[in-house]
């Protein structure tokens, strides 16, 4: 069973860093891109960064110079430091990989979410 598990959500302060982590296990064959996207109550999820197994990466332009996505492809995992915290960065975050499974062609996985509230 293909799994992504999260880690290192909660609270952080307007200006304030968190990280947060994820980690892929279970019967992936292949990862390629992995990434974060975020959800905020009452908005669509949207895209914050990825990157794909090569190191490239891409930022939705309200993170970029603020976060920073890395990858380590032995680890099968994926991490996200957010620096310069605000308040429109409070959501739910989710990890993303596009990854192969036995039998089956890549597909989108997708972690449980972990919740970020940026306050004071």
């Known amino acids: 069973q293909a799994q992504l598990a999260e880690s290192g959500g909660g609270l952080g302060q307007p200006g304030g860093s968190l990280r947060l982590s994820c980690a892929a296990s279970?019967?992936?064959?292949?990862?390629?891109?992995m990434g974060w996207y975020r959800q905020a109550p009452g908005k669509q999820r949207e895209l914050v960064a990825t990157?794909?197994?090569?190191?490239?990466?891409n930022y939705a332009d309200s993170v970029k110079g603020r976060f920073t996505i890395s990858r380590d492809n032995a680890k099968n995992a994926v991490y996200l430091q957010m620096n310069s915290l605000n308040p429109e960065d409070t959501a739910v975050y989710y990890c993303?990989?596009?990854?192969?499974?036995?039998?089956?062609?890549?597909?989108?996985?997708w972690g449980q979410g972990t919740q970020v509230t940026v306050s004071s």
């Open positions: 279970g019967s992936f064959l292949s990862i390629a891109a």
């Open positions: 993303n990989a596009r990854g192969r499974i036995p039998w089956s062609d890549y597909r989108d996985f």
């Open positions: 990157i794909s197994n090569g190191g490239i990466t």
